[in-house]
T-cell receptor, first 118, second 107 residues
Framework: DAGVIQSPRHEVTEMGQEVTLRCKPI?????LFWYRQTMMRGLELLIY????????DSGMPEDRFSAKMPNASFSTLKIQPSEPRDSAVYFC????????????????FGQGTRLTVV | KNEVEQSPQNLTAQEGEFITINCSYS?????LHWLQQHPGGGIVSLFM???GKKKHGRLIATINIQEKHSSLHITASHPRDSAVYIC?????????FGTGTRLKVLA
């Protein structure tokens, strides 16, 4: 498996534009996570899905952010309209299995999308 | 006070040195995760542990649930170990991340 694949790797956009980040999880994984990393706040969980269903979106900063997972092999994170403070690296990660049952359950991260909003 | 504290924030070591990175947390957790982030930005999972100790190559991770503390040890450090090491603690899947320890190993 090629691992978690994110696209694009870099995105530069103007304030007010819509931005869509994409993620392909590892085949067979039933959990998918979106994280944001900034210098000020480090890594933060935005939302996670289990079997394509959003479980917890309490980390999504504002209504401008939305995430979907239409099938087991694809997820998007959309920002509309984008603002300069959204500039960050956005990571997608996937994992398999119940966190508490398996001690060795681990999340596999994509390479991230570096978003710059000017 | 942050819920997850890492120390030191920055660490420079000479090749071959034994390195320890610490993580203390104040919340109840079901597991703790050590991540490695290389200068290129990619994140790799090193360990997930809920008790005791785990070893993988030159890396050793320990956790003391009662003291709410974990350590990551690197034996015989090498310049390729230079990275940011991030501790994450979780209850279900809601990880809380430390701010990371930036390690630089000099040849």
């Amino acid at each position: 498996d090629a691992g978690v694949i994110q696209s694009p790797r870099h995105e530069v956009t103007e304030m007010g534009q819509e931005v869509t980040l994409r993620c392909k999880p590892i085949s067979g994984h039933d959990y998918l996570f979106w994280y944001r990393q900034t210098m000020m706040r480090g890594l933060e969980l935005l939302i996670y899905f289990n079997n394509n269903v959003p479980i917890d979106d309490s980390g999504m900063p504002e209504d401008r952010f939305s995430a979907k997972m239409p099938n087991a092999s694809f997820s998007t994170l959309k920002i509309q309209p984008s603002e300069p403070r959204d500039s960050a690296v956005y990571f997608c990660a996937s994992s398999f299995g119940q966190f508490r049952v398996r001690d060795d359950t681990e999340a596999f991260f994509g390479q991230g999308t570096r978003l710059t909003v000017v | 006070k942050n819920e997850v504290e890492q120390s030191p924030q920055n660490l420079t070591a000479q090749e071959g040195e034994f390195i320890t990175i610490n993580c203390s947390y104040s919340v109840g957790i079901s597991a703790l995760h050590w991540l490695q982030q290389h200068p290129g930005g990619g994140i790799v999972s090193l360990f997930m542990l809920s008790s005791g100790k785990k070893k993988h190559g030159r890396l050793i991770a320990t956790i003391n649930i009662q003291e709410k503390h974990s350590s990551l040890h690197i034996t015989a450090s090498h310049p390729r170990d230079s990275a940011v090491y991030i501790c994450a603690v979780g209850e279900t899947y809601k990880y809380i991340f430390g701010t990371g320890t930036r390690l630089k190993v000099l040849a």
